[in-house]
Every structure is written in structure tokens, then in C-alpha cells.
């Protein structure tokens, strides 16, 4: 339990206390009445002696009591109504709250820090109105009349006649039978007479004088003058008098009721009165009864009227009692009590009840306890006392005491007054009132068992009541305290007699003896068993007792050693929810808030729910509106288990309570709401239009677009395509004021910089909504909330802050979405667009909307949605107009040492964009795009540009890093074909009609790259976009052909294209402007080329030039008809190089068309030729020959658009691969170079251009489709391939853990590059005819032709001699020899041709291979390490015959 004010030694004789009854005359009613108190009320505050009290006991034994209080009450004849006690006790429970500003104690237990009230005093306000409260009975004698002070005035004609009238008067209520209420203690009362002077207005003589004639007719020690008044009324507010009563009065009830500490005797039921109230004291006849509070007329525990009184004395009693309620309201408001009295008369009263109770009181008690005593003596027959007899009950052996359940129901047996056994109990109940508990104990003892052999069960429940009660104050506690006499009473009150008021009474008594023993535990038991029952208390329903007695329990399992949390908590919900049903609502509010902190942040998810739900309906009960919407908050803001239906019931009282608090402040900010919730981190910004659908065949740039997923790999490839664009546009330095052009903004961005929106052009925020509830929510007038900062040209502020409240449309215009359905449980993007008319510093501050929910799609407790209040889609059921902020956390930083050992985050700016002037605004439009392609298919497509802005645009340029994939064409108008339809079957290509030439004879054009916007070599082309002038004006749009070629790979494809453009007027800070297009292509395989060039044997050609080589070419189909081609024609070989181009086919046939089917194979062989040199002409090494042998009617003309472009671009990019692919060493030596020109002498440097036609049906339509492979030869005898080939992965091998030594990289060439240093061909007879029979040896002669490859001078070294003499070789060669010299040694210059004569000589027929000489060679002028065998071409066999 809570810590009391009071310990339970001082609250058990506070609460028994002597009954005195008081009876006054009107006159002295009067006289008190001027202090706006009653005779009773007059006494109260002064009613504890102040020093201590001696009496013997029947033993002559000298007794102490200490701190004695006797209760003063007027009398009142009607037993008080439960109704109006059950009344008042929920008005004093109301009326004590905690105080404000109260410190409430930290309990720390395990994981828990909870704020706890340590006191509770409601709970004791509650237990001292019910103990006071409590109606006299006749089992017991506590709260009985032991006397009765008549009360008259020294200012009445005859006072004595008065004394002999109430005297009377007294006498028949006690003793007449129409009378059962109030109960007297004994027969004869003790009668007290007091004379109440008026110090002002009296006349002092004649009060002493009727004094002396009380003391000769009363005694001295029965009657008493009480000087009073001794100021004047209009003197009150002189002087400040302390006020004592106020604590007496106001401490009960908030409506001012008496404190009921005069005992039960207070309560009464009105007879004409609006209802059954709580008689205070009797007031004047006068007095009119109709000022009562509201509540007491509508309180749901009033009883109807009752019949009129018995006489006019009682009625005026009751019509005072009740306008006594509405004088002591009346005092709450400004009137002073006690404004008569002084603080002598302070003193007197004090000293009167002094007096009072050492001479009248004390001794009437000490007098009745002797003769109780000795009525029971002589009861009994004993020749001892009370006292001895008990220590033979005692000591002797016991009667065993039956248990409850044995003993039949006796509840009824009501004994006579004079009864011996009530005769015991009296005398205990006087020896308790005294405070004399040894004596009281034994009474009760022996009362208990004659109660207990009577089976009288009621009197002996109260007698195990008082006795464990008087066992536990014994001084010097000579006994455990016997709690099981207490459950055997409790038990006995509920379960036998139905009497609820005496079972609390013991349960409260019993809880705070065992709190004092510190026995929480059990404490805690017996205030829940007293809840857990059903029971009413005579028609008022138990929830207020439940919820004190249950509140109490949870401070028992709070306070013990080892505190147990959630016992607390829960025992505090139980209180909270019966306080709730008893109509204590900031109580309920109280418990709940309390429980709150142990659930709280636990895992205890729907109990946090069920106590937010109740803490929300409790403050708004209250009013307290903003503690109701934030506990309505909370419900929603976690994630709810609830199922559908409760969720959707949170939802309804939050909107509800929600409206109600807006309603109150109409004009204030908007309040942030908790739903749905927003992903700020997803929040994604788009600066600029949408991206228009596809019209037909017009397809629009897929640029940037909300609906595109981030790809860190793509973003950083468009970082360098723009960065090199911006480089070449600038002459090939970035500008240190370069930025990458963002135009979305997500958290994977770099969000550091404000980002640049431009005026008139859209900013899109894509706010990420996520719906946590199983009811679907309905936002309606979404819209986002920003703040805007106007500025001039120059950036200087021009105007005051604009804030979207009410709206400002000249500066930015903001977009409303009417309705956004979010479904339960469901994440839901928003797009909300911002138009900037003006420049200036945009902040993007959060959303706006109506939160409401759909009307009918939940119902709960059978109450369906209110009436919709929406006219859109979706019926609303209620809604509450809100706001919530975008705020969004930067990147942690992570760069610094101080940034690395602290949390810090930067800067994340994408919700202020700055706005800044206009821009020009490009829009590209594809037209007949393909989207599906053959491997090296050519299609000619059409771009639009189109220039949406009001500003002119210029520096249109294209980037990609697949240049090869398109080209624009040539610079010059006779490069490009105009359209399509120039040529024969609609060919992409530029074509001419021939009348058939030579067959398979070339047909030779040159063309420089530079033509075609291509300098070899180079990584990334910038390509410029040739618009007419170089500028696109506003509005303006213009069409170019573009050419597409199907990469070489098979797959899909995504070939990215950004354009670049500029403003013609230059803006500080956006100088350029970016449109990304990405296409995706898929390839289908169609021809795989394969070629190789090896040296002619003849080193002179037809027109006398040597240098010849052979070109074969394989071309292989490898579709497989998955597009529907039926075959390939090649139609046209072309060759592209500085040095070499195609002379001749060799093995062409009959069929001009060359055709392949699926999976077919053809092999080509060409005859190449060095190009021939202009004399004058341009240098080799910027044009490039092309040459092209036709397989039809109509040559194509490989060196125009599309055909060379594509040639250029594929070139480019081989380039680009092989740079990649060879090391790059530093040149150490010169025999470097030496190795370079040896390396030359194997290159060809030739490309081969392969152009076919594919025939493809579709849609039962046949379709020609044409294209292009290229195949790069760049060393004899090298086979080359039009597209890399897949290598094979190489086979796993063990790791080698060694360090690997410093190795020089070698500068000696490979065998095969030095065995091209020098040609060799020998010139002889096939076959030769020699008559051996004439003569025996055969001489042949045979010219060697010795040819320098290379540009240096060579020096050659020819050896004759055989290289081995084996029988194989003799098998191979044959028996000849060479005569005369058999080695030569020369020098070659460069590019020249030397010719041995030799002889060959034969002894018989034979064939011979004659290519036995040894041909070694080394460059002049260096070492002979590069010192070589050059190798034959072939066999050189002679046929020698017989003639």
C-alpha cells in the first residue's frame, strides 16, 4: 500500500473515537450561527485534548490515554442512506487529487525507472469518510451516544425551562420506541449542560447568575458556561484570526460537506429536501432548502423522498440538514468562519472540551466499565474479576472453534439489550474507545466464544474483528497480531451476513496493520480478494472500493523487497478500468498513466494499445485534448497487432478527437498527424517534364524518369559520358565549376549541393507513404507545404518569405492530389509537382492533407461510418486536415579523424532547390527505331529534335560509349545519301548501278576519316549533331537521318546516348544542359567472318609489281533462322587500308550471288595489292583506300555513309581494344627499334568489309535486310575475326607461392615475325628432260630471288649446304647437289630485290624438292641475336626425266 499521512497506531484510535450527541436550543443555534458554523462544526477543530488522560480501570489500575478525540454531532434520527453515502464517498474521492507539481518518487527495479505517487490521499480521504461514515448497528457499540451536551443560550427568556425542554427532548428520542435512530450507548446517558453566552450582546450578570443556579441543579461537574463572541460581526476584517475549520471542511468533499468525523450519527435521509442528503447539523427553521448543488440532484444514487417526519422537531432537523449543504458552499466563497470569535475564544472552546471530558466524560465511562464489570461478575457467579477469570480461560485447555463452513446461518439472531453477552461487548467497546486494548482483547475474546457457541455469526465476526484489531495495539505487543481472526470476520461479513460496508471495514483495517508488519504480500491478497466479488453495497455498485482496494495492491507489490513491476502495472490497469466504470475519470486517467511506464517500449504491444486507447477517451473526457491526441498517436505511430476492425476503431476516435482540437484553434499551425507513414530518406525529387509516350512509330528519349530504378553503374557511366563531353565542348579541360547534372535526386545521390530547378519547368517529389494499418487510408487535397524565397536577377532578396499556406500561385504554383488511396498495409508512392514561375530559394517543408478513412469499409461495435463529408471516388467518412514534415538525414561524414570518433551527419539538400532563369529545353524523338537487329545489320532511322523552350539552343552534340553502333553520316551532303528511296530496293546504303566490269575486279574510291567526324584512336567520340547554323530556335524541330548497326555480339543491348547542348545566352550557374536516351537492342546472330592474308609466292604480279598477298575469307552462317531468315547473299567485298586494297577475287564462280543458307559455309579468296601513291597526293596516313569487288549488279559505295562510318567506328574501337590489351614499356635500347621494324614487316594493316543482303519472311512478307562485318588483318598469317571470339576459360591450376624475380621484358621478336624479314622465291623448269645415257650428270640452272620486307638494310647470309644427311632426308630431298659457291653473303637495302644464279646437279630421274637453301638475315649494323633461318613458302619440286 501507499504511505499514509497517519501511521495505523494513529488511525485505528482516530477512527473509534467517544460519541458525543449534541441537542441546541434555536436561540443558541443562533449565536453560532453568526460564525456561519454550527454548534458541532464550532467544537470540531478543538475536539483532541491536548495533554494526557488518567482513569482506573476495574482494577483500580492507573490507565494513560493519549492524544483522546472525542466526536461533537447534532442529532439526527433517520439512518444515514447508502445512496448518500456512496455519494459523498465518490465526491471526496473526486475532490482529492494529486497535487501540482508533486514529486513523485523513482522506483528503480531491474530494467525499470517508473515515477510512482508515494502517497495516495484520496485513498485516505476515502477511508476516513467511510470509517466515520459508517452507520450505527446493534451488534456492536463504537460509533453509539455515550452523552449529549444540551445547548442553550444565556439570552433566552427562561434558560432553565430550556435546559428541562431539551432534557425531554433527548429523553424520548432515546427512550421512545418510534425511535430506533441514533443509538445510545447505555440507558442512561450522561447529560451535559452548556449555557452559550454572547460576549457582545449579552448580558454577562444575569449568564453567571443562571450559571450558579445550573451548577446548584446540575452540578459542577454537569454543566458548563461558554463564553462566545467576543467581537462584533462588522469587526471581522480588522484583524486576521487563523481560520481552523477550513481543514475540517473542505477536507472531504469538494462540495464543502462536513467532515464526518462526528460519526455516523451525520447521515441522514431529508424529508423536505429534493433528495437524501448528508444531514451536516441542524440550522434555523428559516432557512430555505432549495440551493443545491447540480450534482447532488443528479446523481444516479438518489433516493426517492420518504413520508413526512413524526414530528416538527425532527423535520426542522432534516430541512436544516439539508440547507446546510448549501451554507457551507456558500462558506467556500468567500465567507469567514469564526468571524465572531476571537482567539480567546479559541481558548475557551478548548478548555470547555477540556473540561468537558476530565470532568464529565472520562469519569461517566470509568463509572460504566465498573458497572458492566461487575454485572458480568455477578453474571457469571465469580469471585474474581474479569481479570483473573480470562487467565483461566486461557491457560486451560480450548474448546477447538468451528470453521466457518461448519456454522449454519445465524446471521439473524439478534440479542435483547440487556443481554450479558452484549453486556461483555459493551464493556469492550468502551475499554477500545479508551484506548485500553489489554482489557478490550479479553473482552472480546470472551465475547467471541459465547458469540461462537450461540452461532450469533454477526456478533462474533465483529467481536474477531475488534480482537484481532485491540491484539495488534496492545502496548508492548505480547501477541502476534492474529490475521486469521480477520479472514474468519471478513469472511463471515461477506459470505454469511452480506454485509459488504463491515467486510471493507475489516479488509482496511486488517491491510494497513499487515503493511505496518510489512507483509505486503499478504496485504496485497486481501485487498484483491475484496475486489474480485460482485457484490453491491446495498445498491451502489462496488467499483469505487474495487478500484481504491485494487490501486492499494498495486502499491503492496511495488513496495516490496523485491518489487514485482508487473504485477503493479497490471493491478494498476484493473484500478484504472474500475475507476473508469465508477465515474472517476482523472483517477482512471491517473492509473493508467501509471501502468503506461512499465508496458511502455516492452514488446507489450497491445497492452500499450488498450492503455493509450484508454488514456486517449480519458483525457478527452477531461478535455485535456492534446494528451488525447498524443495517446491516439501512439496507438497508430506503433506497429499495431490489432486486427482490422479495432484498428479502424483507434483510427475513428483519433480523427474524432483530432477534429475536436482543431476546432478549438481554427487559425493555428497545422498539427503533424501520424499517418501514414513517411519514408523521408525514399523521398525521391525530379526536376523537369515528364517524359512523353511513344507516338506510333515516334519514340521520345527515355532521359530521366521517376519510374527508373537507381543503378550506381549506369549513373556513373553517364558521370563520364557528360564529363567528356563537357571536357571536348571546352576544349578539353573540365571547368572546376562543373558539376554532374542531377536530375533525380534519391538518397543514393550526392545531395550535398542545392540542386538547380529551372523557372517554368516542373519539380516533381515522389513522397514514399507506407499505410502500417489493416484499414486503408484516404489522403485527400494532398499537396506538399514549401517556403520560397523570391530574388532578382542579380540574387538579391526582392520580397519576404512566401510560406504555402493559403497559397501564392504567381510564384509557385503547387499541384493538389483531390484523393490518394493508400490499402491496408500498403506502400504507396505520391508524386506532388511544384511550378516555379519566379527565381529565387525554394524549401520543399513537408505534406499537407486531409486524413480520413473510407466510409463503410470497417464497422465496430455495430456503429457504422458517420455520413460522408466527400464528394470525390471514394466516399470519406471523416477526415482532419494535417501536416507532416520531410525531414531527411544526410550521409554520416567519415572523412576527418574528428568526423570518424563522432556521430555526424552532413548536409542533404534535395528538398532547396535554387530556381534559376530560363533554359533552353530539348526534346529528341526516335523514329522507326528498331528495337530487334541482326549482328551487323545496317537500318536507317530518323531523330527529331524539337526545342520546347522559349530560348534558342546551340553546341547540340552526342555521346556514347558505343560509337559503332550509329552515325549521323558524312560532313559533306555527296557522302550521304539524301533518303532511302534513292536507291534500289530502299538500301540504306549509297549505291551505284554497274554494267559489270571485269569479273571480281575491284573497283577503288578513297575517303579520309576526318570526312566522317572520326579521328582513329581516339576513346570516346563527342559527335556534333549537324543542325542547320548550329543553333535550334525556340519552338523550332528539325529531322536527321540516322544509321544503326547491329553490334557484333549476339544479346541484348543497352547502348546509352547522352546529347549535350548549350544556351546561346550563357548562365552563370547552368551553363549546359543533358538528355540521356537509352537504347535496347536485341541482336540476332547472322554471320560469323573469319580471314586470314599470307604472302604470294610470285613476286610479280601481272603489272610487274611485287609485293602480293593472298586474303581468304570464311564466311559462315550461323543464324538459325530464330528471325526468320532465309539466306544470306554477300553481296559486295570491299577492303579499307592506307597501304593495301583487294585486286581481284580469285575463285569466283559462275553464280554472281554468293548464297548461304543456315548453318552453310563459304570460303573467299582475294588477290591484295599495295595501293598506288598520287604523286602530290595527300599523305598515306590521313586517307585511307577503299576497294570494292561486287558479287551483283550494283555496287555499294564502301567509302560513303553508312558503310565507311560504321568501318570508321568499328576501327576506332578495335583501335581502343588493342591499346587496352598491349603493355606499353618505356624504350630502353636501341635495338628496340630494330624490333619494330622487324615487326613490321609481318603487319598488313588491311580491313575487310563484308556487305550482305538477308532475305527474311514476316508476316508472310519478304523483306531484304542488309548489313555489314568488318575483320581487321593486321599480321601475316594471323587468322582474324569479324567479332572476338569467346575464350575458354583457362583450367584451374595450383597457386605457385614464390616471388616472382625482376624479369626485363625481351626485345627479341618472335620467329615467325623474323621469318618475314626476306621473301625467298626460286625461279626453275617444273620439269627437265636430260639424256643420262649421254651424260651422267643432269645441270639445272635455278634462280634464287632474294626480296627485303622491310625498311631497313638487311644482311642476308644464303647457305646451300644440307641441313642434315639422314636417310629420311635423303628420302625427302634426294641425291642432288647445288655447285659452285655454295654460301653467299650480301646486303639488302630496303624494299630491295636480289636474285642468285645457281645450278643444280642431278645423277638420275626423280622429282626434287629444291627448297633446300638456308636463308639467314639480320638486321645492319646490329648483333647477331636476331640472326634467323627464314622459312620457304613451299615445297619447290622438279621433275627430272630420262630425254
Not at 171 to 196: A, C, E, G
Not at 449 to 456: M, P, S, T, V
Request: some cysteine; glycine content about 6%; proline content about 5%.
Amino acid at each position: 500500500m501507499a504511505q499514509c499521512v497517519q501511521s495505523v497506531q494513529e488511525l485505528i484510535p482516530d477512527s473509534f473515537v467517544p460519541c458525543v450527541a449534541a441537542l441546541c436550543s434555536d436561540e443558541a443555534e443562533r449565536l453560532t450561527r453568526l460564525n456561519h458554523l454550527s454548534f458541532s462544526e464550532l467544537l470540531r477543530p478543538f475536539s483532541r485534548l491536548t495533554s494526557e488522560v488518567h482513569m482506573r480501570d476495574p482494577n483500580n489500575q492507573l490507565h494513560i490515554i493519549k492524544n483522546l478525540k472525542i466526536a461533537v454531532s447534532n442529532i439526527v434520527t433517520q439512518p444515514p442512506q447508502p445512496g448518500a453515502i456512496g455519494k459523498l464517498l465518490n465526491d471526496v474521492v473526486s475532490g482529492s487529487q494529486p497535487a501540482e507539481g508533486l514529486v513523485a518518487n523513482v522506483i528503480t527495479a531491474g530494467d525499470y525507472d517508473l515515477n510512482i505517487s508515494a502517497t495516495t490521499p484520496w485513498f485516505e480521504s476515502y477511508r476516513e469518510t467511510f470509517l466515520q461514515s459508517m452507520p450505527a448497528s446493534d451488534h456492536e457499540f463504537l460509533n453509539h451516544y455515550l452523552a449529549c451536551m444540551l445547548v442553550a443560550s444565556s439570552g433566552e427568556a427562561e434558560p432553565m425551562e430550556q435546559f428541562s425542554k431539551l432534557s425531554q427532548e433527548q429523553h424520548r428520542i432515546q427512550h421512545n420506541n418510534d425511535y430506533s435512530y441514533p443509538k445510545w450507548f447505555i440507558p442512561n446517558t450522561l447529560k451535559y449542560y452548556v449555557l452559550l453566552h454572547d460576549v457582545t450582546s449579552g448580558d454577562e450578570q444575569r449568564a453567571e447568575s443562571i450559571y450558579e443556579e445550573m451548577k446548584q441543579k446540575y452540578g459542577t461537574q454537569g454543566c458548563y458556561l461558554l463564553k462566545i463572541n467576543s467581537r462584533a460581526p462588522n469587526r471581522a476584517s480588522d484583524e486576521q484570526i487563523p481560520d481552523p475549520w477550513s481543514q475540517y471542511l473542505q477536507k472531504n468533499s469538494i462540495q464543502n460537506q462536513e467532515s464526518y468525523e462526528d460519526g455516523p450519527c451525520t447521515m441522514t435521509s431529508s424529508k423536505n429536501s429534493d433528495s437524501n442528503l448528508l444531514s451536516l447539523d441542524g440550522l434555523d427553521n428559516e432557512v430555505k432548502v432549495d440551493g443545491l448543488p447540480n450534482n447532488f440532484r443528479i446523481h444516479p444514487l438518489q433516493i426517492d423522498q420518504c413520508g413526512d417526519p413524526p414530528n416538527n422537531t425532527d423535520g426542522s432537523d432534516y430541512a436544516k440538514s439539508a440547507s446546510s449543504v448549501h451554507e457551507t458552499k456558500k462558506a467556500s466563497a468567500g465567507v469567514i468562519r469564526g468571524a465572531c470569535l476571537t482567539l480567546t475564544d479559541h481558548d475557551r472552546i478548548r478548555q470547555f472540551i477540556q473540561e468537558f471530558t476530565f470532568r464529565g466524560l472520562l469519569p461517566h465511562i470509568e463509572k460504566t466499565i465498573r458497572q458492566l464489570n461487575d454485572q458480568l461478575i455477578s453474571r457469571k457467579g465469580l469471585s474474581r474479576s474479569l481479570f483473573s477469570a480470562t487467565k483461566k480461560w486461557f491457560s486451560g485447555s480450548k474448546v477447538p472453534e468451528k470453521s466457518i463452513n461448519e456454522l449454519k446461518n445465524t446471521s439473524g439472531l439478534l440479542y435483547p439489550p440487556e443481554a450479558p453477552e452484549l453486556q461483555i461487548r459493551k464493556m469492550a467497546d468502551l475499554c477500545f474507545l479508551v484506548q485500553h486494548y489489554d482489557l478490550a482483547y479479553s473482552c472480546y475474546h470472551t465475547a467471541k466464544k459465547d458469540f461462537l457457541n450461540d452461532q450469533a455469526m454477526l456478533y462474533a465476526a465483529g467481536a474477531l474483528e475488534m480482537a484481532a484489531v485491540s491484539a495488534f495495539l496492545q502496548p508492548g505487543a505480547p501477541r502476534p497480531y492474529p490475521a486469521h481472526y480477520m479472514d474468519t470476520a471478513i469472511q463471515t461479513y461477506r459470505d454469511i451476513c452480506k454485509n459488504m460496508v463491515l467486510a471493507e471495514r475489516c479488509v482496511l483495517l486488517s491491510a494497513e496493520i499487515l503493511k505496518s508488519q510489512s507483509k505486503y504480500s499478504e496485504a496485497a491478497a486481501l485487498l484483491i480478494r475484496l475486489t474480485s466479488e460482485q457484490n453491491t453495497w446495498k445498491g451502489l455498485d462496488s467499483d469505487l472500493r474495487s478500484a481504491l482496494l485494487l490501486e492499494q495492491a498495486a502499491h503492496c507489490f511495488i513496495n516490496m523487497k523485491s518489487p514485482m513491476v508487473r504485477k503493479y502495472a497490471f493491478h494498476m490497469i484493473l484500478a484504472g478500468h474500475r475507476f473508469s466504470k465508477a465515474g472517476q475519470k482523472k483517477h482512471a486517467l491517473r492509473c493508467y498513466c501509471q501502468a503506461m511506464q512499465v508496458y511502455k517500449g516492452k514488446g507489450w504491444s497491445l497492452a500499450e494499445d488498450h492503455i493509450n486507447f484508454t488514456i486517449g477517451r480519458q483525457s478527452y473526457t477531461l478535455r485535456q485534448l492534446d494528451n488525447a491526441v498524443s495517446a491516439f498517436r501512439h496507438i497508430l505511430i506503433n506497429e499495431s497487432k490489432q486486427s482490422a476492425a479495432q484498428q479502424g476503431a483507434f483510427l475513428r476516435e483519433y480523427l474524432y478527437v483530432y477534429k475536436n482540437v482543431n476546432q478549438l484553434s481554427p487559425d493555428g499551425p497545422l498539427p503533424q498527424l501520424p499517418l501514414p507513414y513517411i519514408n523521408s530518406s525514399a523521398t525521391r525529387v525530379f526536376f523537369g517534364h515528364d517524359r512523353r509516350p511513344a507516338d506510333g512509330e515516334k519514340q521520345a528519349a527515355t532521359h530521366v524518369s521517376l519510374d527508373q530504378e537507381y543503378d550506381s553503374e549506369s549513373s556513373q557511366q553517364w558521370r563520364e559520358l557528360e564529363e567528356h563531353v563537357v571536357a571536348v565542348a571546352n576544349k578539353g579541360v573540365i571547368p572546376s565549376s562543373f558539376y554532374p547534372t542531377q536530375y533525380c535526386l534519391n538518397s543514393y545521390s550526392d545531395n550535398s549541393r542545392f540542386p538547380l530547378a529551372v523557372v517554368e519547368e516542373p519539380i516533381t517529389v515522389e513522397v514514399a507513404f507506407r499505410n502500417p494499418l489493416k484499414v486503408p487510408l484516404l489522403l485527400s487535397d494532398l499537396s506538399l507545404l514549401w517556403k520560397f524565397q523570391p530574388k532578382d536577377a542579380s540574387g538579391k532578396d526582392i520580397e519576404k518569405v512566401k510560406e504555402r499556406v493559403t497559397g501564392e500561385p504567381e510564384m509557385i504554383g503547387t499541384e493538389v492530389i483531390s484523393e490518394f488511396l493508400i490499402n491496408s498495409e500498403e506502400s504507396k508512392v505520391a508524386r506532388l509537382k511544384l511550378f516555379p514561375h519566379h527565381i529565387g530559394e525554394l524549401h520543399i517543408l513537408g505534406v499537407v492533407y486531409n486524413l480520413g478513412t473510407i466510409q463503410g469499409s470497417v464497422t465496430v461495435d455495430g456503429i457504422g461510418a458517420l455520413p460522408g463529408c466527400h464528394t470525390g471516388k471514394h466516399s470519406l467518412s471523416m477526415s482532419v486536415r494535417g501536416r507532416q514534415d520531410l525531414e531527411i538525414q544526410g550521409p554520416r561524414l567519415n572523412n576527418t579523424k574528428e568526423e570518424k570518433t563522432s556521430v555526424k551527419y552532413g548536409p542533404d539538400r534535395r528538398l532547396d532547390p535554387i530556381v534559376t532563369e530560363e533554359m533552353p529545353l530539348l526534346e529528341v524523338f526516335f523514329i522507326h527505331f528498331p528495337t530487334g537487329l541482326l549482328c551487323g545489320e545496317i537500318r536507317k532511322a530518323y531523330v527529331e529534335f524539337v526545342n520546347v523552350s522559349k530560348c534558342p539552343l546551340t553546341g547540340l552534340k552526342v555521346v556514347s560509349k558505343r560509337p559503332e553502333f550509329f552515325t549521323f553520316g558524312g560532313n559533306t551532303a555527296a557522302l550521304t545519301p539524301l533518303s532511302p528511296s534513292t536507291s534500289e530496293n530502299c538500301s540504306a546504303y549509297k549505291t551505284v548501278v554497274t554494267a559489270s566490269p571485269s569479273l571480281g575486279t575491284a573497283l577503288v574510291s578513297t575517303a579520309s576519316s576526318m570526312d566522317f567526324g572520326t579521328g582513329t584512336g581516339q576513346q570516346l567520340e563527342a559527335i556534333p549533331v549537324p543542325l542547320p547554323d548550329s543553333v535550334l530556335l525556340p519552338g523550332a524541330s528539325i529531322q536527321l537521318p540516322m544509321w544503326l548497326r547491329g553490334p557484333d555480339e549476339e544479346g541484348v543491348h543497352e547502348i546509352n546516348f547522352l546529347f549535350y547542348y548549350e544556351s546561346v545566352k550563357k548562365q552563370p550557374k547552368k551553363r549546359h544542359r543533358i538528355l540521356r536516351h537509352t537504347a535496347v537492342i536485341c541482336t540476332s546472330r547472322s554471320l560469323n567472318v573469319r580471314a586470314t592474308v599470307c604472302r604470294s609466292n610470285s613476286l610479280e604480279d601481272e603489272e610487274g609489281r611485287g609485293g602480293n598477298m593472298l586474303v581468304f575469307v570464311d564466311v559462315e552462317n550461323t543464324n538459325t533462322s530464330e528471325a526468320g531468315v532465309k539466306e544470306f547473299h554477300m553481296v559486295q567485298v570491299s577492303s579499307s587500308s592506307k597501304h593495301w586494297q583487294l585486286h581481284k577475287s580469285v575463285n569466283i564462280s559462275e553464280n554472281k550471288d554468293a548464297k548461304l543458307a543456315s548453318r552453310e559455309k563459304g570460303k573467299f579468296c582475294f588477290k591484295a595489292v599495295r595501293c598506288k601513291l598520287k604523286e602530290g597526293g595527300i599523305q598515306p596516313s590521313e586517307k585511307y583506300t577503299f576497294a570494292d569487288i561486287i558479287f551483283g549488279n550494283e555496287q555499294i559505295i564502301s567509302s560513303a555513309s553508312p558503310c565507311a562510318d560504321f568501318f570508321y567506328r568499328s576501327l576506332s574501337s578495335e583501335l581502343k581494344k588493342t591499346q587496352d590489351q598491349l603493355p606499353t614499356y618505356p624504350e630502353k635500347h636501341a635495338t628496340e627499334g630494330a624490333v619494330r621494324l622487324i615487326e613490321k614487316c609481318s603487319e598488313v594493316d588491311l580491313s575487310i568489309i563484308i556487305l550482305w543482303k538477308a532475305y527474311v519472311v514476316e508476316d508472310n512478307k519478304q523483306l531484304i535486310l542488309e548489313g555489314q562485318h568488318h575483320v581487321v588483318l593486321r599480321t601475316i598469317g594471323k587468322e582474324a575475326f569479324s567479332h572476338s571470339q569467346k575464350q575458354e576459360p583457362p583450367e584451374m591450376e595450383l597457386l605457385k607461392f614464390f616471388r616472382p624475380e625482376n624479369t626485363t621484358v625481351s626485345t627479341r621478336p618472335s620467329v615467325e615475325q623474323l621469318s618475314n624479314l626476306i621473301k625467298t622465291s626460286l625461279h626453275y623448269p617444273e620439269s627437265y628432260n636430260h639424256p643420262f645415257h649421254q651424260k651422267s650428270l643432269c645441270l639445272v640452272p635455278v634462280t634464287l630471288l632474294l626480296s627485303n620486307c622491310s625498311k631497313a638494310d638487311v644482311d642476308v647470309i644464303v647457305d646451300l649446304r644440307h641441313k642434315t644427311t639422314s636417310p629420311e632426308a635423303l628420302e625427302t630431298h634426294g641425291s642432288f647437289t647445288w655447285l659452285g659457291q655454295t654460301q653467299y653473303k650480301l646486303q639488302l637495302k630496303s624494299q630491295e630485290t636480289h636474285s642468285l644464279q645457281l645450278k643444280a646437279c642431278f645423277v638420275h630421274t626423280g622429282v626434287y624438292n629444291l627448297g633446300t637453301p638456308r636463308v639467314f638475315a639480320k638486321l645492319a649494323d646490329h648483333v647477331t641475336v636476331f640472326e634467323t633461318s627464314q622459312q620457304s613458302s613451299m615445297p619447290a619440286l622438279i621433275i627430272i626425266s630420262d630425254a
